[in-house]
């Protein structure tokens, strides 16, 4: 496998943090042993399925082998892969979705770390087209300004990554239509956390869905939050700043919400059923 981006040299920043040392590769594999552990507790993989990396320097990537169960991996059942995704070391097989996690190393000099996880919810939006786009929690649009929706590609293939290289320089969490999410961050923790971010936020969304819909923010206040993403120690990339999440005002203008009583929908939904002949 050729990745068509490998090209810029790079130097990962994981520390450990009681000697602010850089970690050594054996602390590394035990780092995504535990993470993979949570994404499997979590529920956010079933049998073989998502798949963990981290940059070990500018060649070498430490990954989980494929057709392993992420909760129940050895520090010694990870292999190392180059940059551009081939196997230099390790007894398992590699994962066919490697050249992702290896598109995102390079087109992100400050990545260190990349998960890939089907979460339930985060994924039954992705299933169903939408993006969690909207601006509703104050966490997710400081932390992640919103998680887009990348088009479907088939997985194992470069058509899996294609429609993601726009969202990958902007954002750090990214839905894939009919699949499921990727995450990254500076380590592994900061990858799962972000994981755990977007399928917290669908959760809600989903809940605020099934209460008659959530109120969006406005236009001024997304904009504050945005602006006090230093003050919270977000990071924003020059030139790579995520979008704007969709407003109350874009809503407003996209059309008219619409609202009845009990009663009125019952009677729309008799009318409706009547004109088809099914009562």
Not at 28 to 45: N, P
Not at 59 to 82: C, E, F, H, Y
Not at 245 to 270: H, M, W, Y
Request: aromatic content about 6%; some cysteine; charged content about 20%.
């Amino acid at each position: 496998m050729v990745n068509p981006y490998c090209t810029v040299p790079f130097e990962p920043v994981c520390y450990n943090l009681k000697t602010r040392m850089p970690k050594s590769e054996r602390e590394l594999r035990q780092d995504i042993v535990d993470i993979g552990r949570l994404v499997y507790q979590k529920g956010w993989v079933a049998a073989n399925d998502g798949n963990i990396t981290v940059r070990l320097d500018d060649n070498r990537i430490l990954a989980t082998p494929t057709g392993i169960s992420k909760g129940m991996m050895q520090p010694d059942d990870l292999i190392i892969v180059d940059k551009c995704g081939s196997k230099i070391e390790g007894l398992r097989e590699c994962t066919s979705e490697i050249l992702m996690h290896c598109t995102i190393y390079e087109m992100r000099p400050d990545v260190n770390s990349v998960l890939h996880a089907h979460p339930p919810v985060a994924t039954g939006f992705a299933t169903a087209g939408r993006a969690l786009d909207r601006a509703l929690l104050p966490e997710v649009i400081i932390g992640l300004g919103y998680v887009p929706l990348a088009a479907y590609g088939l997985p194992g293939t470069p058509a899996l990554t294609e429609p993601m290289l726009p969202y990958i320089p902007k954002y750090d969490a990214i839905m894939m239509g009919n699949h499921g999410a990727v995450c990254y961050g500076a380590d592994v923790y900061k990858a799962f956390f972000n994981m755990e971010t977007v399928e917290h936020f669908a959760r809600i969304a989903l809940v605020a869905e099934l209460l008659g819909g959530a109120k969006v923010l406005p236009k001024m206040e997304v904009d504050k939050l945005l602006d006090s993403r230093t003050r919270y120690g977000v990071k924003t990339r020059p030139g790579a700043a995520p979008d704007c999440p969709v407003v109350a005002e874009d809503l407003s203008q996209n059309g008219q919400k619409l609202s009845f009583t009990r009663d009125q929908l019952v009677a729309l939904i008799d009318q409706v059923l009547k004109s088809h002949g099914l009562v």
